[in-house]
């Protein structure tokens, strides 16, 4: 099985070919772990965003990505694999500089209590916009203002962070390589992203499907696409990503990059959950 140069507590892969040489045999060894999962209605096991043990309810094989939430933080099955990868790549969390390209959120609440420095930011321009959200996080008992950031223009000290965690957000912003190239940026030499996309996995090219107009208008190449917000309704979607990220990734600056398949179920994570990891 591939093995990326970056510290990486499980398999990762650098491209669609050695995933395809792979690919059976690793479906094939979580599959079980699916079955009884569904069958069962759930799955026992612990929580790596905020150290729960407990039942993992599973409605459907649907849910096997935004469900399986832990019942004491709420983070669903990508984000508790999200921070499963970050907990285990740093060197030293509780001392670690981590940047989290959303505040508003479960997995923020939970990883305050696991990462010493950490931020958080939503895309939210408007005051009342940043009020609304930020009323959810006093509500979960966190006494903070909600940030706005833009990933393309970040306001934060170049080489300043240890690591950038950015889930499902790549694919609603129109420059997904200005966003790239801005967490380069601001992560030190070392550092690491780890960061979330709906990923094709049987793609190897990326395909951009929604522009913005000379006008800033949306313009669609085929029917539009719109992802669920909790808190802001749909968010339009530009891009659907394969391979290529890999390769879009070392082009803005990484040292090297791979797709990490994060699955056990001990974790309650009977389906491998794709992560990609690059290292600064």
């Known amino acids: ?21 792979d690919r059976d ?37 649907a849910a096997l990505r935004e469900g399986l939430p832990c019942p004491r933080c709420r983070c669903n ?20 500089r981590v940047y989290l390209t959303e ?3 479960p997995l923020f609440i939970a990883l305050r209590r696991r990462v010493g420095r950490l ?11 940043r009020l609304r959200l930020s009323a959810w996080l006093w509500r979960q008992r966190v006494p903070a203002w909600v940030r706005h950031q833009d990933i393309t223009a970040l306001r934060m000290r170049p080489a300043s962070l240890d690591a950038v965690v950015s889930l499902d957000v ?16 601001v992560l030190r030499p070392g550092g690491v992203l780890v960061l979330t996309v709906p990923f094709y996995e049987c793609d190897d090219a990326h395909r951009q499907i929604a522009r913005l107009g000379p006008d800033g208008g949306l313009l669609h190449d085929g029917p539009a696409e719109y992802h669920g917000d909790p808190l ?40 491998g959950q794709w992560v990609v990891l690059a290292r600064r």
């Open 119 to 129: 931020v958080g930011s939503e895309f939210a321009r408007g005051p009342l916009r």
């Open 170 to 185: 790549l694919e609603h912003v129109p420059d997904y390589a200005a966003g790239l190239r801005g967490f380069v940026r």
């Open 232 to 271: 802001g309704g749909g968010v339009p979607c530009f891009h659907h990503f394969g391979w290529s990220l890999l390769g879009a990734l070392r082009e803005a600056g990484f040292a090297d990059a791979c797709m990490v398949r994060v699955a056990d179920v001990g974790a309650a994570l009977p389906r």
């Open 1 to 21: 099985m591939a093995q990326p140069t970056l510290s990486c507590p499980v398999a990762g892969w650098r491209s669609l070919a050695d995933w395809q040489r």
């Open 103 to 105: 505040q508003a959120s």
């Open 77 to 96: 099955a990508r984000q508790r694999a999200a921070a499963r990868l970050l907990l285990s790549t740093l060197a030293g969390p509780a001392a670690a």
């Open 25 to 61: 045999g690793v479906l094939h060894a979580e599959q079980p772990a699916i079955d009884a999962a569904l069958a069962d209605g759930g799955v026992e096991g612990r929580c790596d965003a905020c150290g729960h043990r407990g039942r993992f309810a599973l409605v459907d094989a």
